[in-house]
């Protein structure tokens, strides 16, 4: 027999989960005490990241049907809500969003709900990249640096090169200039 667990989910303290639990309640899940995970945590923290919501990832077994009242409770965006949602089918669970009529997400109806997320998910995604090339193109012909700072000054790099020419050791250059072998061999390399 299938075990039914709730995920509630409020954002601040100030919030109470007990509305999300007399939803699922009256919808006609009989969800035992113990099997109520209730945190209070922001919905900009993926689910993964959750610690109610690891917690819960343990004990749910294939079989088991996880309830939640509606789907942003799963997650952030439509990216993180289909993440879970798959995550979840795969453990064998079975995902009821209330919002949604109660479908199973895991079912024939449910999976062309997620389709229409996945669709939703892939377009926020490409809009993201848009954005992010868009910002990096813009910084990139302002003269902005892009990219992690050099590890070396200016002077320290010539330092390094002047001591490469002396053939010095690489490990010896690393100590004396208070960095690793890696970003010595990076600087050696950067003068070929």
Known sequence: MSRVFAYCRVSTQDQTTDNQ?????????????????????????????????????????????LVV?????????????RATVEALTGLGVRVHCLALGGVDLTSPA???????????????????????????????????ALGRPSALSVAQVQEVGKRLMAGEAIAAIARAM???????MRTRDAMR
């Open 178 to 184: 208070g960095t690793s072998r890696q970003t010595v």
């Open 110 to 144: 449910g999976k062309m709900t997620m389709g229409v997320i996945a669709a939703v998910a892939e377009f926020e995604r490409d809009l993201l990249i848009e954005r992010t090339q868009a910002g990096l193109a813009r910084a990139k012909a302002d003269g902005k």
């Open 69 to 81: 009242t509606k789907l942003d409770r799963l997650g952030r965006n439509a990216m993180d809500v």
């Open 21 to 65: 639990i007399g939803e699922i309640a009256s919808a006609g899940f009989a969800v035992q005490p113990s099997r109520v995970v209730a945190e209070t945590v922001s919905g900009s923290v993926p689910a993964s990241e959750r610690p109610g919501f690891g917690k819960l990832l343990d004990r749910l077994e294939s079989g088991d049907v």
